[in-house]
């Protein structure tokens, strides 16, 4: 695992682009997996600033969301589709049709996990982008979730809603259940880059990369994968240990 601790979270989301921008430049094809959530804002920014800027090209990309919420409109804000849209692809030259997420509003929720898990395997994700919950969750894959898990409908955690919830006008609540790909949907992208900004994410993080890995810190299963960037602001960091984190880590300050 790498682990690079940018200075600000600006940089975090220009060292982020960064990555991207290779991968999308490196790939006829590439299968990008793209991640929601404020941490992401500056990334999609900068990802925006560069095509308008040095005409960085998503032409040839397909674009897989990780989740959505369950019980929100399609054209709803907030639904992780209408923000990857409203803050990243129609302002760049994505193709249409090439962004792809999971419907909410399918007659048969099941059937379309079953239906987007078989699309994200199928695309083989070449770079998944990743954030992390204050509890540790990793796409909506809340503690407790088994390592094998695969695309699904669940219930968010108490915190997971509370923590969201800044994003929702006062008299919405957040929604008590998402469709997420799962933990082996989300292990089996060649490369994963995680990026966490904010002293709330401190200790998550800690856990994730230093602690046991196990299901009560579903982020803790990027220890598994053998492709990882982990990019971080200096809050964000704090709670790693300054010496060696765990062996075989970089950390670049
Ligand atoms: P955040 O969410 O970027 O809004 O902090 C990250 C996550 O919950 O995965």
């Given at each position: 695992m790498r682990i690079v601790v940018a200075d600000d979270a600006d940089r975090v989301a220009q060292e982020a682009a960064g990555i991207v921008e290779r991968f999308v430049s490196a790939s006829e094809s590439p299968a990008l997996g793209l991640a929601t959530g404020g941490t992401m804002e500056g990334l999609f920014a900068e990802l925006v600033r560069r095509h308008r800027r040095r005409g960085l090209s998503f032409g040839a990309v397909d674009a897989y969301l990780l989740d959505e919420y369950v019980g929100?409109?399609?054209?709803?804000?907030?639904a992780y589709r209408s923000v990857v849209h409203r803050l990243f692809a129609c302002h760049?030259?994505?193709?249409?049709?090439?962004l792809h997420g999971l419907d909410a509003q399918a007659p048969d929720l099941g059937a379309e996990c079953t239906r987007y898990e078989r699309k994200v395997r199928a695309a083989s994700i070449g770079l998944q982008i990743l954030g992390i919950g204050?509890?540790?969750?990793?796409?909506?894959?809340?503690?407790?979730?088994?390592?094998d898990s695969v695309t699904r409908v669940v219930e968010l955690s108490r915190q997971t809603r509370g923590d969201n919830?800044?994003?929702?006008?006062?008299?919405h609540s957040v929604p008590v259940r998402a469709m997420t790909q799962g933990i082996a949907t989300i292990l089996a992208a060649s490369e994963l880059l995680l990026m966490a900004c904010g002293a709330g994410k401190a200790s998550a993080v800690a856990r994730a990369v230093e602690?046991?890995?196990?299901?009560?810190?579903?982020?803790?299963?990027?220890?598994?994968?053998s492709n990882v960037t982990l990019l971080l602001d200096p809050p964000a960091a704090?709670?790693?240990?300054?010496?060696?984190?765990?062996?075989?880590n970089q950390i670049l300050a």
């Open positions: 929100l409109d399609r054209c709803d804000p907030n760049v030259d994505l193709g249409i049709g090439s204050s509890n540790g969750h990793i796409a909506f894959n809340e503690p407790g979730t088994p390592f919830a800044r994003f929702f006008p006062a008299d602690g046991p890995i196990n299901d009560s810190v579903p982020a803790s299963a990027v220890q598994l994968h704090q709670g790693l240990s300054a010496s060696s984190p765990v062996g075989g």
